[in-house]
């Protein structure tokens, strides 16, 4: 079953704040984890803000130019994926696996 999820600003290091210079998604868009929602800019450098989720846009809560910080919310996504779980590899990358495929991969 899909579940609205709410995406914010993720920790962004020792900035106070930074502009949203690019939105990549609009409202209808279906998306993927780690495809990228918007770009934000500090005086130092700009960055993409990913998906933790996939699913649809629902609602888009930023627009170019606003300046957001840690916690603020980006848009509302209808997510697909139930029952996710993060796991770190041993090399310190992310990799999302779901249940039905663990399990699959581990019966003999």
């Known amino acids: ?12 290091g020792d900035f106070d704040s930074v502009e949203v210079i690019e939105i990549m998604v609009k409202v209808g868009d279906k998306i993927n984890i780690e495809d ?3 770009t934000v800019e500090s ?6 803000i990913p998906s933790p ?9 930023i627009k170019v ?12 996504i209808d997510s697909e994926i139930e029952d ?3 796991v770190k590899a041993s090399e ?4 999302t696996h ?7 991969l581990t019966s003999k």
């Open 1 to 12: 079953m899909a579940e609205l999820k709410k995406i914010h600003i993720p920790n962004i």
């Open 36 to 38: 990228s929602l918007i």
């Open 43 to 48: 005086d130092k450098a700009s960055m993409d």
């Open 53 to 61: 989720v996939s699913g649809l846009i629902k609602s888009l809560d």
């Open 65 to 76: 130019g606003d300046e957001v910080k840690e916690g603020s919310l980006i848009l509302s």
């Open 84 to 86: 996710t779980s993060e």
């Open 92 to 95: 310190g990358k992310k990799t």
């Open 98 to 104: 779901t249940k039905k495929r663990d399990s699959a």
